[in-house]
């Protein structure tokens, strides 16, 4: 019998919420590329080029219960049960203090990565298969918090909690649950003029900040049978971000 090739995704039914911008647009272009069914599901519609290569695209408010379980319904008829669930949609604060902070806002935060991940998480596995793999994408801010980020960090961490979660109650059907954590990325969702463009040169022990290309590899290993005995984990892609600082930074921040 001829087995498949390593970290192959060829014919996998792929779902990814958040898929038509940033990472997530990242990691549909690799999936189609290597020959997966691939469902993008946005409020936003891909570029052309991504349906024409065959992906399917699914509008989704993933904030919005209804939606989700209407976009799960659609794939499942499009492409058969899934293999793999990518949950990549979510959004960042208003970058105001906790004392200062607008409960509007707040509720926007939540009703998109905090419920977003519950909806994708409740209503995900019964559409797919077993063994297959579900992914979500976290955050560093939910692992160390900074000044102005509560409500990002508060509702990454729920993210890396439920995925865990997941990972323990999914694991008898041989689904695995991981969460992926990225620093700084160069995304749209970081506008150029952003200070953290600058700090992640200096935070990150590479030195730079992230591109795109930088995180599809790692959703491309977790998608693929390769990780099938990796679950209930939260891989940080963050360029040694969280790891410690260079001598040289820790002088700008006390010099001489």
């Known amino acids: 019998m001829n087995k498949p090739a390593p970290f192959s995704l060829k014919d996998k039914a792929i779902l990814v919420t958040g898929g ?5 647009l990242g990691t549909c272009e ?12 946005d409020i936003q519609s891909p570029p052309q080029s991504l349906l024409d290569e065959g992906a399917l695209y699914l509008h ?22 899934l293999d793999v669930v990518i949950h990549n949609a979510g959004g960042p604060g208003k970058g105001t203090h906790l004392i200062d902070s607008d409960e509007a806002v707040l509720d926007r935060v939540v009703a998109l990565n905090f419920y977003g991940t519950y909806y994708v998480l409740k209503y995900a596995p ?3 298969r077993d063994g297959g793999s579900i992914i979500t994408t976290a955050s560093v801010a939910g692992l160390q918090q900074n000044e102005g980020f509560f409500d990002y960090s508060a509702t990454k961490a729920a ?5 865990k979660t997941a990972a323990v109650e999914l694991g008898m059907r041989g689904i695995r649950c991981n969460a992926v954590a990225p620093g700084p990325v160069r995304t749209p969702m970081l506008p150029p003029a952003h ?21 599809v590899g790692v959703y491309h290993f977790l998608a ?18 969280l790891t410690g600082y260079r001598k040289e930074v820790l002088q700008l921040l006390a010099p001489p």
């Open 224 to 241: 693929s049978d390769e990780s099938r005995y990796v679950t209930g984990h939260t891989l940080v892609v963050d360029g040694g971000r």
């Open 159 to 163: 993210v890396i909690s439920m995925t």
């Open 30 to 41: 690799r999936f189609v590329q290597e020959g997966a069914r691939t469902v993008i599901a």
């Open 60 to 81: 989704v408010d993933v904030s919005n219960r209804d939606s989700v379980m209407a976009a799960f319904d659609s794939a499942e008829a499009a492409v058969g049960k």
């Open 195 to 215: 200070i953290l463009n600058t700090l992640a040169k200096q935070l990150s022990t590479l030195g730079r900040i992230a591109e795109v290309d930088d995180l």
């Open 20 to 24: 038509a911008s940033g990472i997530g």
């Open 126 to 128: 019964r559409r797919m």
